[in-house]
């Protein structure tokens, strides 16, 4: 398998809300993973390939709201669904957030060892 991915994937537990694109109705998430470009989340109703998703949340003390157009949907076991969706509008998260998050996180997890 071939990974065309611009940026790695980072775990992420972010809660989300989001809606979809001609609906009023709104939806709480969980993000499963995310990049600079965009990220994967938990649904538990389908969301059709090429929506487009109004969504909101908060990472690393960063707050994210704009639309995200529905990349990929699979159904996991538990039949909820994973659904990859990419930023498309502008700003999108910067592309050294993750790696800066992820610096620190480790570092309080050193610090936290040593101690």
């Given at each position: 398998?071939?990974n065309r991915r611009k940026f790695i994937r980072i775990p ?35 969301i059709p390939v090429g929506s487009i998703l109004s969504l ?37 998260l910067p592309d050294n957030l993750i790696g800066l998050a ?14």
């Amino acid at each position: 398998m071939v990974n065309r991915r611009k940026f790695i994937r980072i775990p992420n537990s972010s809660e989300m809300k989001y809606e979809i694109s001609g609906s009023s109705r709104s939806y709480s998430s969980v993000i499963h993973n995310i990049s600079p470009e965009g990220a994967c989340f938990i649904a538990h109703d389908f969301i059709p390939v090429g929506s487009i998703l109004s969504l909101s949340f908060s990472y690393d003390k960063y707050f994210y709201g704009g639309f995200a157009k529905v990349i990929w949907i699979g159904q996991d076991a538990n039949s909820k669904y994973k659904v990859g969706v990419k930023f498309i509008n502008e700003p999108k998260l910067p592309d050294n957030l993750i790696g800066l998050a992820e610096i620190r996180r480790l570092k309080e997890a050193l610090k936290a060892v040593k101690s």
